[in-house]
Nanobody
Framework: QVQLVESGGGLVQAGGSLRLSCATS????????MGWYRQPPGKQRELVAT???????NYADSVKGRFAISRDNAKNTVYLQMNSLKPEDTGVYYC????????????WGQGTQVIVSS
């Protein structure tokens, strides 16, 4: 079993910053992809950023230049540094990992709320 625990969400004014963390624990050999997704109010879940185990990153166009994803493989933790936040960044942010044991499986965190006020 694999568990993801997210932290770092909250309420911030436009232009501010937040840092999300997602710690992975449980039984697995390795973690390949790690990423962050978000679900704005009334909308579908969307990709924010992903990072592979060799450090390659991918970002949604809407967050490029403002957000930075990183990971600490020793701690099995992925981070999302969010700067210059905008009201449209508001939503529930979910951590996602692809963990390998006998096979690859996708796991999701419980979600952390981010609210950006104008």
């Amino acid at each position: 079993q694999v568990q993801l625990v997210e932290s770092g969400g909250g309420l911030v004014q436009a232009g501010g910053s937040l840092r999300l963390s997602c710690a992975t624990s449980g039984i697995f050999f390795t973690i390949k992809h790690m990423g962050w997704y978000r679900q704005p109010p009334g909308k579908q879940r969307e990709l924010v950023a992903t990072i592979t185990n060799d450090g390659s990153t991918n970002y949604a166009d809407s967050v490029k230049g403002r957000f930075a994803i990183s990971r600490d493989n020793a701690k099995n933790t992925v981070y999302l540094q969010m700067n210059s936040l905008k009201p449209e960044d508001t939503g529930v942010y979910y951590c996602n990992v692809e963990a390998w044991y006998m096979t690859a499986s996708d796991y999701w965190g419980q979600g952390t709320q981010v609210i950006v006020s104008s």
